[in-house]
Structures are given as C-alpha cells and as structure tokens.
C-alpha cells in the first residue's frame, strides 16, 4: 500500500527516507496548516492539511507519523478511530532480532539496534543509533532518542522520553509520562511523571 506521512518538518523526512530506502512508496505528506510556500518535502507532495486524509479509503493506504513532539500520541488515536492503520517504519540499515515484536506504528530509525525478545508498544519511536538490549518493554508513544543505550531487561511505560545519548543502567523500571534528559545516566528505578538528567540521574524538580 502506498503511505501518506503525517507532517512536514524534520521527523517527517527522516520517516520519508526510511520508507523510500525499505522501498515503500511515499504518495504525499500532510500538514496541520498550510504554507503557500510549502509544495514538496523530499520531492514528495504536500497533499494538504491533514483533513485531506479523509479522502483516502483506509483499507487503500497507510499512515506514517511524521509528528515527533507533543502531538504525536493524539494524531495516533485521532486516525486510529477513524479506521486507519499506521505502517512500521524500519530503516533497512536497522538491526532488528527476529524475536523482537513491534506494534502499530513503531519507528525503528537508521543504524538503530533492536535485540531479541524486546517488546515494542504502538507508536513508540526507536531513533538513530539508539540501542535496545535483550528482553526490554517499551511501551506505548514512548521516544528512544538518538543516540540510547537501553540496557536488558528494562522496563518502559507510556509516553516516556528518554533523552538523546542517555543511558538506562539493566533490569530498571522506568514507569509513565517519565522525562529522561539527555546524556543521562540512569542507575535505579524513576517514578512515573518525574524529570531526571544528570550521572548518575536525580530529579530536576
């Protein structure tokens, strides 16, 4: 199926990318307002704001979520209740174990490691050259920014953001809505909600 790539800015051309170089066929992107000056990303069209979804039959394409910030879970649920499925995103130089599973809409970005019995919620991110070791959770709209070493056996929950060349030491419970700065090094168990930085990481409010 052709996809449809949600947004315009810069995680949206790493999604095109790694879809054109996995050989998918890219038909357009959507935008969330218009810009007159605003035709082509990549040399692929804008097609329209994103409501120009609704003219597409949902069992004829798929979605990918170009959106990396704050809205990203929201257009997930928004589409998914509409009926439309959101593709993987997996850049063939990507390694990824066989016994990895990855769910709807999981972005797994160049030169990114996947290893095996790793379990992957819907529409978590896995960004460039970040690692994932053995047996770890990640759940639901998490990000894995780029450059993370998630040791084995970790534990992810909902909307986490594990901050660019972080470090998250093995068999830790990161629970929900966590915020990990970046070049972090997590040595022990972080609450849900808490925003920590630092080696080894403490709270930051």
Request: hydrophobic share 40%; charged share 15%; proline share 3%.
């Amino acid at each position: 199926m052709s996809v449809i790539v949600i947004g315009a800015g810069g995680h949206a051309q790493v999604v095109i990318d790694a879809l054109q170089c996995a050989g998918e066929t890219v038909l357009g992107v959507t935008v969330s307002n218009i810009d007159d000056t605003l035709r082509r990303v990549l040399n692929v069209p804008v097609l329209g704001t994103d409501t120009v979804i609704e003219q597409y039959d949902a069992k004829q394409i798929q979605l990918a979520n170009g959106v990396g910030g704050k809205d990203r879970e929201q257009i997930f649920k928004n589409l998914k209740g509409r009926g439309y499925q959101f593709c993987q995103v997996l850049h063939p130089s990507a390694v990824i174990a066989g016994s990895a599973r990855l769910g709807e809409g999981v972005q797994v970005m160049a030169g990114a490691v996947v290893q095996p019995m790793v379990m992957i919620g819907d529409n978590s991110l896995i960004n460039t050259r970040a690692s994932v070791d053995h047996d770890c959770v990640i759940s639901d709209h998490s990000h894995i920014a780029p450059g993370c070493t998630i040791c084995g056996a970790v534990r992810i929950g909902d909307r986490c953001h594990i901050g660019a060349g972080s470090t998250i030491i093995e068999s830790l419970s990161i629970e929900a809505n966590v915020f990990v700065a970046a070049g972090a090094t997590v040595c022990e168990n972080i609450p849900s909600g808490a925003l920590v930085g630092g080696t080894p990481a403490r709270p930051l409010q």
